[in-house]
T-cell receptor
Framework: DVKVTQSSRYLVKRTGEKVFLECVQD?????MFWYRQDPGLGLRLIYF???????EKGDIPEGYSVSREKKERFSLILESASTNQTSMYLC??????????????FGSGTRLTVV | ELKVEQNPLFLSMQEGKNYTIYCNYS?????LYWYRQDPGKSLESLFV???NGAVKQEGRLMASLDTKARLSTLHITAAVHDLSATYFC????????WGAGTKLIIKP
């Protein structure tokens, strides 16, 4: 069964810390995505990547960066965590080309709290 | 630019009743997707609708796509409490464009 694995389900970090959220997929998917989800705001795309070392900004990239050194791994980095980055973070992956017959496969999510 | 609108955003219903969630989209989308999210959990794929007139069914849920009307529906038949969740639709325009989600509460 295909899988997207996020390294942490729950994370608590202090303001100003550098935070790494890791996502690994075992499906050989080209596309990978990072979303954040907040009550009443739905899913908002932070960054996505369509190939190794390639990245594209989504709708809300400010305060975040990403790294994709290997096809299977896509990392989200909060350079200096702030309380307004407290959220549920969802990683997803999909095949190319788009549109895809299968949609996205999501990881289980990381609930990040910044105190 | 593709925009996806769901309605209603919130729905509370009794077990045993039927209801429909609507998903309208603004421009051409070759595919339409439905996902389910349980509280505190991630998103799970329900249906992928690939062409005009497509209909898919799984248990008490049935999804359909009318590309001419730019409308997809998710119909719930004889609702049961276990179907309580938030349901998202998404259109495909190089990347998935998401609706805001419909929070469905089914009361016993």
């Amino acid at each position: 069964d295909v899988k997207v694995t996020q390294s942490s389900r729950y994370l608590v970090k202090r303001t100003g810390e550098k935070v790494f959220l890791e996502c690994v997929q075992d499906m050989d998917h080209e596309n990978m995505f990072w979303y954040r989800q907040d009550p009443g705001l739905g899913l908002r795309l932070i960054y996505f990547s369509y190939d190794v070392k390639m990245k594209e900004k989504g709708d809300i990239p400010e305060g975040y960066s990403v790294s994709r050194e290997k096809k299977e791994r896509f990392s989200l980095i909060l350079e200096s965590a702030s309380t307004n980055q407290t959220s549920m973070y969802l990683c997803a992956s999909s095949l190319l080309p788009t549109p895809t017959d299968y949609g996205y496969t999501f990881g289980s999510g990381t609930r990040l709290t910044v105190v | 630019e593709l925009k996806v609108e769901q309605n209603p955003l919130f729905l509370s219903m009794q077990e045993g009743k039927n209801y429909t969630i609507y998903c309208n989209y603004s421009t051409t989308s070759d595919r339409l997707y439905w996902y389910r999210q349980d509280p505190g959990k991630s998103l799970e794929s329900l249906f992928v609708l690939l062409s005009n007139g497509a209909v898919k069914q799984e248990g008490r849920l049935m999804a359909s796509l009318d590309t001419k009307a730019r409308l997809s529906t998710l119909h719930i038949t004889a609702a049961v409490h276990d179907l309580s969740a938030t349901y998202f639709c998404a259109g495909d325009n190089y990347q998935l464009i998401w609706g805001a989600g419909t929070k469905l509460i089914i009361k016993p």
